[in-house]
């Protein structure tokens, strides 16, 4: 595509992101936005004890401050409360996804707005609206720029991430079209991320990042920093740098806005399993067979498990070692839900990964790319075909195209409540995780300081 056709994309967002409000979200948007807001605080609380957590607020601990990390007792300053709550929201990989972003748009969003509302004073209602928008920046670039810009190694939720934490920050501090344009312009010039960095602990921080960052462009914008109007669509400005203009779908990015929102259609995937949501219809497929009795993983000669073609660089690690790295390795995956029955957060531990008994699975396993799923156009129908042949020659086999938890197989409020139980609960009591949930659950209700103490 001909730079001349490219739209003028920052203004555009700009002004859409200045002109939204709680009014103006529509009420499908309000309950898809509330969902997304509380399953990432829950997994923003298990993730407290996790080691790249532990090494962020230690770090925040020298900036003490008004805002609270989540599960401790660390009271920090706005941009580290950011930072860290960020990293934690993404430190087990259980937080959600979006298909237009191609990453995770909840975990340097959410951590954004919430470290925001001591000092702007933000309501439930405010702090809905805010997370929309920013979900829908994310989700409408990546919506343009992938399969592009994944492809060239960038961790979209670092890169895209960042735009859509300062888009959600500049509209819960009301600013003016000009400034959101100069807020995602700034927001440009922070992306940053990775793919290379997927099974170590700087892939959590990249939210962290990207959460920090989105306050830091949005408080400089108000406060008068210049910065390029066009910075998002000129030559050498994020899209020409992260996509190229060859290789981007420009009105993507600035049509339909709202109509409807991301966070409505294609919607929010949230997580069963503290993993790469790549590996989650694989194990929906063992799960299910093995609570059925129709897999006996005591009796397989042989599981074929044919996936699409992305696994190749997300799921670089086919003999892992450490925890970290299991949750990016589909052959891991597979042996720990034959293994342990079950793929939770017990099962990424360093013990759990290097057990005798996970190896011994490993030469029976053959992962590949299945012939269906090998260009780009076939991400839209993804899907896993298993298929396992026991000793005495009867064969399991299925196909499934989307996992629990994807918007057309969706997780209730009922099972998003549970969810979050078993993340926040051994980490803050039941009390306090019956609190929280209550109060999440009819955010809309509540006032800043209602919000702060609640959390």
Known sequence: ??????????????????????????????????????????????????????????????EPGNVAIWGSDIMTTERMAALANGTLAHAHDIDDTNESMRGHPSAPVVPAIFSMVPAVKAGGKALIAAYAV????????????????????????????????????????????????RTLAIAGTMACGVRANFGTMTKPLHSGLASEHGVTAARLAAAGLSANPNALEAKEGFIDLFCGFDHVAASLAVSDLGAP?????????????????????????????????????????????????????????HRPTTGLEGKFSMEYCVAAALHYGK???????????????????????????????????????????????HEDGEVYSKRLYKPKGHPTNPLS???????????????????????????????????????????
């Not at 997580?271 to 609570?291: N, Q, R």
């Not at 051994?426 to 209602?450: D, I």
Request: hydrophobic share 45%; proline share 5%.
């Open 1 to 62: 595509m001909l730079k001349t056709t490219i739209p003028p994309i920052t203004k555009v967002l700009a002004e859409f992101v200045a002109s939204q409000s709680w009014d103006t979200l529509p009420e499908d948007a309000r309950e898809c936005s509330k969902q997304a807001i509380a399953d990432c605080i829950g997994g923003a609380i298990a993730g407290a004890t996790e080691p790249p957590s532990k090494v962020v607020m230690e770090l925040a601990r020298f």
């Open 134 to 181: 920013g979900v829908e920046i994310e989700a409408k670039l990546g919506r343009a720029m992938n399969m592009e810009h994944y492809e060239r190694g960038w961790h979209t939720t670092s890169t895209l991430g960042t735009l859509g934490a300062a888009a959600a920050a500049a509209n819960l501090m009301g600013l003016d079209s000009e400034a959101c344009a």
């Open 261 to 317: 929102f991301d966070v409505v259609n294609p919607g929010i995937l949230f997580k069963i399993y503290p993993t790469c949501s790549l590996t989650h219809h694989v194990l929906d497929v063992l799960l299910e067979g093995l609570a059925s009795g129709a897999i006996r993983p005591g009796q397989i000669k042989q599981l074929n498990c044919g996936i699409g073609y992305r696994c190749e660089n997300t799921l670089p690690y």
């Open 343 to 389: 793929v939770t957060f017990a099962e990424f531990s360093d013990e759990a990964v290097n057990a005798p008994a996970i190896q011994a699975l490993y030469p029976k396993l053959n992962v590949y790319i299945h012939p269906e799923l090998r260009e780009r156009d076939s991400v839209f129908n993804d899907f896993a075909d298993i298929e396992v042949i």
């Open 413 to 455: 409020w009922e099972e998003l409540a549970a969810k979050f139980v078993d993340c926040a609960e051994p980490v803050v009591g039941a009390e306090k995780t019956k609190q929280a949930w209550n109060g999440l659950r009819h955010l809309e209700t509540l006032t800043g300081s209602e919000i702060v103490s609640l959390l």
